[in-house]
């Protein structure tokens, strides 16, 4: 069997070609691909190898390097051993940008029946995001400023009003961004510079500045910004990824109002031992589902952009030239034939 699959060959470098696929073993699942969700900024840093020397980054993107990690499909064999799965039953899981794979029957998620494709592409960032929010450690009524609005940011909005926040203060410059936040519960938006933002901030907040401020530009200029708009004794949540952690600045108010710095990562498990170590990904997953389930969340109204696979260049390229545009950009591989032979 042959299968198409996207393939970044250098920096601005890429080429959907055909590739074998294994065929399965006793506990895996043969999947078809129908829709894959890109992660932007992530697969940007990855086209464009916008990293330095050192970095996990650098590690990471080795050319021929295989973007993606939110697949939605669904099955054609499964493996002699494996239970629950049959041909035609859609599966979620974390498989690159391509038109059949191979995935454990363990790690595969069956995607419910009131949640189409394309909103199911969803579930890796709302893993991601869940991350985040779980090391924020909320209370109820919260006030919290959401630096940042590309797809992980309108995702934090959603859960921050989820958690009990008071205030959900989005900030971005891209007048577009700001609006679906405020349709997906930001209650106030702020068009300007997270450096501009700490009067307006103080105002929406009684004067005490964010309990929990969320940098998720991916910029390393905003964590400076974040800082200066959590009130004493607040959380800083670092969700966006940048490329060149050098550049990031700690100012002082990390010492002189005792600020709480938390990292949070895709990679990052949750530790054995705590509250909350229950919450693995397929967990975070199937939580993430109930909520667009019940309507708790919406995903499929922030869907903008949708490109046959074979458009790969044109759709990477034009968001390299513009990405505010843009929020969810789904491959449709629907179209792509010649897999099976």
Do not use: K
């Amino acid at each position: 069997m042959q299968s198409w699959n996207l393939v970044f060959l250098g920096p601005r470098e890429l080429e959907v070609r055909r590739e074998p696929v294994p065929e399965p073993g006793p506990r895996q699942l043969l999947v078809r691909t129908s829709r894959t969700l890109i992660s932007v900024g992530t697969e940007l840093i990855c086209y464009l190898r916008q990293c330095e020397p050192g970095t996990h980054w650098d590690a990471w993107v080795r050319y021929p390097f295989y973007p993606g990690y939110s697949n939605v499909g669904r099955v054609v064999r499964a493996g002699a051993e494996v239970e629950g799965w049959a041909p035609g039953d859609r599966v979620a899981a974390r498989a690159n940008h391509r038109q059949y794979y191979l995935v454990d029957a363990p790690r595969a998620l069956r995607v419910p029946e009131e949640i189409s494709d394309e909103e199911a592409t969803w579930f890796g960032l709302g893993c991601i995001v869940q991350n985040g929010v779980r090391r924020a450690e909320h209370h109820l009524g919260d006030a919290v400023v959401v630096i940042g609005l590309g797809p992980l940011g309108q995702l934090v909005t959603q859960y921050a009003r989820i958690n009990g926040a008071r205030e959900v203060i989005a900030i971005d410059t891209a007048a577009r961004r700001l609006e679906w936040a405020a349709a997906h519960g930001a209650t106030a938006t702020l068009a300007m510079l997270a450096s501009d933002a700490r009067d307006a901030v103080a105002a929406l907040a009684d004067g005490r500045l964010a309990d929990v401020v969320y940098d998720v530009t991916g910029h390393p200029a905003s964590f400076p910004a974040a800082l200066r708009l959590a009130r004493r004794f607040g959380t800083v949540v670092l969700l966006g990824d940048t490329g060149t952690p050098s550049e990031q600045r700690l100012t002082a108010d990390l010492v002189t109002r005792g600020l709480r710095v938390v990292g949070a990562h895709d990679s990052n498990p949750p530790p054995e031992g705590t509250d909350y170590a229950y919450w693995s990904h397929p967990n975070m997953a199937r939580l993430f589902f109930t909520y667009l389930q019940r309507g708790q969340m919406r995903v499929g109204d922030l869907i903008t952009h949708r490109y046959d696979p074979r458009q790969a260049r044109e759709c990477y390229e034009a968001l390299v030239a513009d990405r505010t545009a843009a929020m969810g950009v789904v491959f449709d591989w629907t179209g792509m034939e010649g897999g099976e032979q």
